[in-house]
Every structure is written in C-alpha cells, then in structure tokens.
C-alpha cells in the first residue's frame, strides 16, 4: 500500500462505529430471538479511498462490499495484503466481467440471468474457484433495477443448480422510500420455499428490520464511512 496517513483518531472513529453497528445488530437479533453471530456485518466501501478502509481492517473487520468489479480490482489487492478477507461483489456484473469477479471476489450477491450464471460456471470450473453465490431478485419490479422477476426465479435457481453454481442465497434491495418490511418478508418467503438459507438484505436505513425479518447478510455503507460523496 502506498504512504498512507491513516491518525489514530480516523482508526479509533471507525471501530467505534463498526462497535456501534456491531451493538444494533446484536440488538435486532436479541429481540428476534437470533444468534447475533449468524448475521454478517458487510462493510459496504464503494467509492471509499484505501485510507478510509484500512482503519476497519486494523480493527479486526473482515467483511467488505463493492459493487464495481474495476474499482475492487484496483482497490484491493493492495489493501487485502496477508489478512483473511472476504469481499463480496453487490453490484450488478456483466458477463463479460465474470472471470475477474470469480477471481478476486469470495462471494457474488448479484447472479439474476441465464448468460451470467454460464459465464460464471466457466470461469469457476476454469479457475477451480467457486465463490458463495446469492441469486439477486427484483423484489419491486423496477424496470431498472438488476435482479431476475419473481415469477422467473424457479428457473434461475434451476440454471444455477444445473449450471453447479454454489447457490447459498437470495439477495435484494427493496424500493426507495417505501416501507421495506414487506419486501424483505417476500424475500425470505421466497428463500424459504427453495431451500435457501442466505438472506442478503438491508442496509445503513433498514438493517435492523431486515434482522427481524431474516436477514443473514447486512450491507452497510453511509452509517459506517459518512455520506458518499
Ligand atoms: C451501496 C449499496 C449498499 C449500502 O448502502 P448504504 O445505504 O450506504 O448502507 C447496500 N447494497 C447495495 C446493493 C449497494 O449498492
């Protein structure tokens, strides 16, 4: 990693707020009668400088998210050095970027059509590595957001499990500015009914709702490094 000025008042600052979110979930989890342990704190670092990243490694934390497959591959081989890490990609993925996803990512929250679950299950037999995978649905139906229909989801799983994809979950982000408890709870209605243990749901405004519904993968970002720029 390049000079970096990290003081320790930037390090002490983010382990008090990964503490605090730490707390929150633990919270939600309690009240829902949940092993906090069993929920996956995602430190969403999109956009966010190696600076602001390695705070949080130093604290201890191992579990990051970007969304853009260029921006972690510029990003992290650095930062990840020795440490044991598991990086999740949460953002949409093109084809195309399907063998560097497989590479340099330990888990893929954004599998939703035929043409990428092939491509994966190439470069996964190619490489011999086979990140977690979430199927991602488009639990609102907006036109533009990723994310199969609901009603196509039974054969997306079936590409997924023929195509031998380690399926491990469903993924979603909710509608904006709605209430987002009754797509959560479709969400795991539907990992329910296909045997699916991996609820990736919720973020820095609705993680703990989330947590009461199911969630087993939180994706945090603004309530952990401030507002994006
Ligand atoms: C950016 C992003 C997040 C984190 O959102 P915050 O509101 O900053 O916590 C979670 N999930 C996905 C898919 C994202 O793109």
């Given amino acids: 990693m390049a000079d970096i000025d990290t003081s320790p008042s930037d390090a002490n600052q983010a382990a008090q707020r990964i503490e605090a979110i ?83 990512f330990d888990a893929i929250h954004s599998v939703d059509r035929p043409s990428l679950i092939d491509a994966l299950a190439r470069a996964m037999d190619e490489q011999g590595r086979r990140p977690d995978c979430f199927v991602q649905v488009n639990i609102g139906e907006e036109p533009q957001k990723g994310g199969c229909a ?7 799983l079936d590409r997924t499990r023929d195509a031998g994809l ?43 709702t989330a947590i009461l519904l199911g969630a087993t993968h939180v994706r945090i970002g603004t309530a952990l490094f401030g507002e994006r720029a």
């Fill in 166 to 208: 380690p399926v491990v979950g469903l993924m979603a982000v909710p509608p904006l500015e709605v209430e987002p408890a009754p797509y959560f709870a479709l969400l795991a209605k539907l990992a329910a009914r296909h045997g699916l243990a991996g609820l990736s749901m919720g973020m820095s405004s609705d993680f703990e």
């Fill in 22 to 104: 730490r707390e929150r979930i633990a919270h939600a989890a309690t009240l829902a009668d949940r092993d906090p342990a069993t929920i996956e704190l995602i430190a969403v670092s999109k956009t966010r400088p190696a600076q602001a990243i390695s705070p949080l490694i130093a604290a201890g934390h191992r579990s990051f998210g970007e969304n853009r497959v260029q921006e972690a591959a510029d990003k992290w081989p650095d930062l990840r050095g020795a440490d044991k890490l598991k990086l999740h990609l949460i953002g949409q993925l093109q084809s195309n970027k399907a063998g560097q996803a497989v590479a340099l």
């Fill in 150 to 156: 609901i009603a196509d989801l039974p054969a997306v």
